[in-house]
T-cell receptor, first 116, second 108 residues
Framework: DTEVTQTPKHLVMGMTNKKSLKCEQH?????MYWYKQKAKKPPELMFV???????INESVPSRFSPECPNSSLLNLHLHALQPEDSALYLC???????????????FGEGSRLTVL | SQQGEEDPQALSIQEGENATMNCSYK?????LQWYRQNSGRGLVHLIL?????REKHSGRLRVTLDTSKKSSSLLITASRAADTASYFC????????FGAGTTVTVRA
């Protein structure tokens, strides 16, 4: 069982909707991540939060807006998405997010997003 | 953008056989990690090998790292049907980047 919880598991939204994906971990980890994964492709890094501050934004379009309210929670706010944004969105956490010293990532089961 | 390239893209073996997959990467790394993903689910960390290590074992898994060739291999011994999954290497320079993955099918 994963110790990173993502909700919802499935989300269908229209291009004009505003929705949010949520992620929670209670392992005391100080780094949290959003990855996007298309079918039969590897996960692609979107954002990294380290000690509740945004440390990496991989040039993600502004229609994706991350938020880290505290060290246990990570949100991804979605607005005006396109059909090509349909994918599995994976949240992960690690003890620290210190760049090249990052260790094991713990992943949630993902939120499968469909944009109509 | 992904840093690791994996080979083969897909592998089909009989239960009990060994499975070997390779990962090549381009830049210097601090560590290299292997993950497993069952269809449509989250990734599970398998093993981490640091740049100053050459080989590491965990249960039926054996990982090697050759920093001079910028390559790593994952060996799964005595495979089981439950090993059917996609396997990704992930290289760590300033961020963790995943390779394209190897899809392993273990036939009963």
């Amino acid at each position: 069982d994963t110790e990173v919880t993502q909700t919802p598991k499935h989300l269908v939204m229209g291009m004009t909707n505003k929705k949010s994906l949520k992620c929670e971990q209670h392992m005391g980890h100080r780094a949290m991540y959003w990855y996007k994964q298309k079918a039969k492709k590897p996960p692609e890094l979107m954002f990294v939060y380290s000690y509740e501050k945004l440390s990496i934004n991989e040039s993600v379009p502004s229609r994706f807006s991350p938020e880290c309210p505290n060290s246990s929670l990570l949100n991804l706010h979605l607005h005006a998405l396109q059909p090509e944004d349909s994918a599995l969105y994976l949240c992960a956490s690690s003890q620290t997010g210190q760049g090249s010293n990052t260790g094991e990532l713990f992943f949630g089961e993902g939120s499968r997003l469909t944009v109509l | 953008s992904q840093q690791g390239e994996e080979d083969p893209q897909a592998l089909s073996i009989q239960e009990g056989e060994n499975a070997t997959m390779n990962c090549s990467y381009k830049t210097s790394i601090n560590n290299l990690q292997w993950y497993r993903q069952n269809s449509g689910r989250g990734l599970v960390h398998l093993i981490l090998i640091r740049s100053n290590e050459r080989e590491k074992h965990s249960g039926r898994l054996r990982v090697t790292l050759d920093t001079s060739k910028k390559s790593s291999s994952l060996l799964i011994t005595a495979s089981r049907a439950a090993d059917t999954a996609s396997y990704f290497c992930a290289t760590n320079d300033y961020k963790l980047s995943f390779g394209a993955g190897t899809t392993v099918t273990v036939r009963a």
